[in-house]
């Protein structure tokens, strides 16, 4: 799996937005606040092997794994791949 950065830093943010039932625009922080979007790039880019994160973004809990599974705070919010 090679995750695109722009778009899956994209997707974290539009599921961030969804849990709040707001639009991205109307976030009133950024990600790169919380986590280095490095970070996700870095392992979005392993081929091999199985990961997940999970860190604190405003007052949210956002776990992601290898398959480009999103949950907010326990809730699923994207598929992934």
């Known amino acids: 799996m090679k995750l695109d950065s722009v778009e899956f830093t994209t ?10 039932d707001l639009e991205p625009t109307e976030l009133n ?9 490095d970070v ?3 392992l979005g880019k392993m081929e091999k092997g199985t990961w997940k994160i999970t ?14 599974v ?3 705070d326990g809730i699923k919010y994207s598929e992934g791949a």
Do not use: G, R
């Open 29 to 37: 922080y950024n990600l790169q606040d919380y986590i280095d979007p």
């Open 11 to 20: 997707k974290v943010i539009e599921c961030l937005a969804d849990a709040d």
């Open 70 to 72: 999103i949950y907010i």
């Open 55 to 68: 860190f604190q973004v405003s007052d949210h809990q956002v776990t992601i794994n290898q398959d480009e």
């Open 40 to 42: 996700l790039i870095k």
